[in-house]
Protein backbone atom coordinates (compact mmCIF):
# COMPACT_ATOMS: atom_id res chain seq x y z
CA UNK A 1 0.00 0.00 0.00
CA UNK A 2 1.25 3.83 -0.28
CA UNK A 3 2.45 4.97 2.37
CA UNK A 4 4.41 8.67 2.49
CA UNK A 5 6.05 8.92 6.21
CA UNK A 6 7.59 12.04 7.64
CA UNK A 7 10.61 12.70 9.74
CA UNK A 8 12.61 15.22 11.30
CA UNK A 9 10.22 17.20 13.17
CA UNK A 10 11.10 18.14 16.78
CA UNK A 11 11.42 21.40 18.97
CA UNK A 12 14.07 23.83 17.30
CA UNK A 13 15.05 27.49 19.20
CA UNK A 14 13.99 30.45 16.93
CA UNK A 15 16.38 31.32 13.99
CA UNK A 16 17.84 27.64 14.49
CA UNK A 17 17.26 24.90 11.28
CA UNK A 18 15.24 21.33 10.94
CA UNK A 19 15.66 19.36 7.41
CA UNK A 20 12.18 17.41 6.94
CA UNK A 21 12.23 13.93 5.35
CA UNK A 22 8.95 12.28 3.55
CA UNK A 23 9.78 8.58 2.63
CA UNK A 24 7.31 7.60 -0.20
CA UNK A 25 6.74 3.75 -1.26
CA UNK A 26 4.01 1.87 -3.10
CA UNK A 27 3.46 5.02 -5.97
CA UNK A 28 5.93 5.69 -8.58
CA UNK A 29 7.40 8.39 -6.95
CA UNK A 30 9.04 10.61 -10.40
CA UNK A 31 5.51 10.48 -11.72
CA UNK A 32 4.07 12.45 -8.20
CA UNK A 33 4.53 16.03 -7.75
CA UNK A 34 5.31 16.57 -4.24
CA UNK A 35 4.46 19.17 -1.68
CA UNK A 36 4.81 20.17 1.83
CA UNK A 37 1.87 22.00 4.17
CA UNK A 38 1.33 22.83 7.67
CA UNK A 39 -1.25 23.05 9.93
CA UNK A 40 -1.03 25.04 13.19
CA UNK A 41 -3.95 24.81 16.10
CA UNK A 42 -6.89 26.09 14.92
CA UNK A 43 -5.63 27.32 12.01
CA UNK A 44 -6.53 25.66 8.28
CA UNK A 45 -3.75 23.85 6.43
CA UNK A 46 -2.11 25.86 4.42
CA UNK A 47 0.47 25.06 1.23
CA UNK A 48 4.58 25.45 2.30
CA UNK A 49 5.99 24.61 -0.81
CA UNK A 50 5.80 22.43 -3.67
CA UNK A 51 7.67 20.34 -6.27
CA UNK A 52 7.02 19.16 -9.76
CA UNK A 53 7.79 16.04 -11.21
CA UNK A 54 10.57 18.44 -13.45
CA UNK A 55 12.16 19.75 -10.56
CA UNK A 56 10.39 23.40 -10.56
CA UNK A 57 9.41 24.74 -7.28
CA UNK A 58 6.90 27.05 -5.27
CA UNK A 59 6.82 28.74 -2.04
CA UNK A 60 4.41 29.62 0.55
CA UNK A 61 4.89 33.97 1.04
CA UNK A 62 5.74 33.17 4.65
CA UNK A 63 8.48 31.27 3.87
CA UNK A 64 9.99 32.11 1.04
CA UNK A 65 13.76 32.91 1.00
CA UNK A 66 14.20 30.42 3.93
CA UNK A 67 13.02 26.88 3.43
CA UNK A 68 14.16 25.24 0.33
CA UNK A 69 12.25 22.25 -1.21
CA UNK A 70 14.27 19.34 -2.96
CA UNK A 71 13.81 15.64 -4.23
CA UNK A 72 15.58 12.48 -4.93
CA UNK A 73 13.96 9.98 -7.13
CA UNK A 74 16.84 7.68 -6.30
CA UNK A 75 15.27 7.47 -2.87
CA UNK A 76 11.73 8.14 -3.00
CA UNK A 77 12.45 11.23 -0.69
CA UNK A 78 11.44 14.72 -0.77
CA UNK A 79 13.09 17.20 1.44
CA UNK A 80 12.25 20.71 3.20
CA UNK A 81 15.48 22.35 4.55
CA UNK A 82 13.62 24.86 6.90
CA UNK A 83 16.48 27.79 7.70
CA UNK A 84 15.97 31.02 10.07
CA UNK A 85 12.78 29.46 11.90
CA UNK A 86 10.50 31.45 13.58
CA UNK A 87 7.83 30.89 16.26
CA UNK A 88 5.76 31.21 13.52
CA UNK A 89 6.57 28.38 11.88
CA UNK A 90 5.33 26.10 14.62
CA UNK A 91 2.66 23.65 12.90
CA UNK A 92 2.38 20.00 12.24
CA UNK A 93 4.08 19.77 8.66
CA UNK A 94 2.50 16.99 6.13
CA UNK A 95 3.70 15.72 3.18
CA UNK A 96 1.27 15.61 0.12
CA UNK A 97 2.06 13.40 -3.42
CA UNK A 98 -0.16 14.42 -6.36
CA UNK A 99 0.04 12.29 -9.49
CA UNK A 100 0.95 14.22 -12.95
CA UNK A 101 -1.61 12.79 -15.03
CA UNK A 102 -4.54 11.33 -12.86
CA UNK A 103 -4.02 13.87 -9.70
CA UNK A 104 -4.87 10.90 -7.09
CA UNK A 105 -3.17 12.19 -3.97
CA UNK A 106 -1.55 10.60 -0.91
CA UNK A 107 -1.12 12.06 2.62
CA UNK A 108 1.73 11.40 5.01
CA UNK A 109 0.71 11.41 8.76
CA UNK A 110 2.61 14.74 9.87
CA UNK A 111 5.64 15.67 12.15
CA UNK A 112 5.41 18.04 14.91
CA UNK A 113 7.62 21.28 14.48
CA UNK A 114 8.27 23.51 17.53
CA UNK A 115 10.14 26.57 17.39
CA UNK A 116 10.41 27.97 20.54
CA UNK A 117 13.41 29.97 23.44
Known amino acids: QVQLVESGGGLVQPGGSLRLSCAAS????????MAWYRQAPGQQRELVAS???????NYGDSVKGRFTISRDNTKNTVYLQMDSLVPDDTAVYYCKSTHNTFRTEYWGQGTQVTVSS
Open 51 to 57: ITTGGST
Open 26 to 33: GITFRFYA
